[in-house]
């Protein structure tokens, strides 16, 4: 009995060890934070008017506003985390 038990904890102890889940993925390098912005900003072409507020730290450092003409006015530094409004499509 004692050698049955020993067995059953022996294979309990191999099916718990392989079911830790996925393999660890290696870290990967991250991109850098303008590459993956410039993938998201919104281009002043003309399609639609809307404004770009920038931030460093939870602090506006700049500002952005594209009207339908396609001209992008730009106010303070356009660096760190943005995010965008849009106002309406143009015509």
């Not at 003309?46 to 404004?51: E, L, P, Q, V």
Request: proline fraction near 1%; include cysteine; hydrophobic fraction near 30%.
């Amino acid at each position: 009995m004692f050698k049955y038990s020993a067995k059953l904890a022996c294979v309990v102890a191999l099916v718990l060890s392989g079911c830790g889940g996925a393999p660890e993925q290696q870290a990967s390098e991250s991109e850098t934070l303008e590459s993956t912005e410039q993938g998201l900003i919104w281009a002043c072409d003309g399609t639609r008017s809307f404004n770009r507020y920038w931030k460093v730290n939870g602090v506006e450092v700049g500002r952005e506003y594209c009207d339908c003409d396609g001209t992008l006015s730009e106010f303070g530094q356009l660096t760190g985390r943005y995010s965008q409004t849009h106002n309406f499509y143009c015509n």
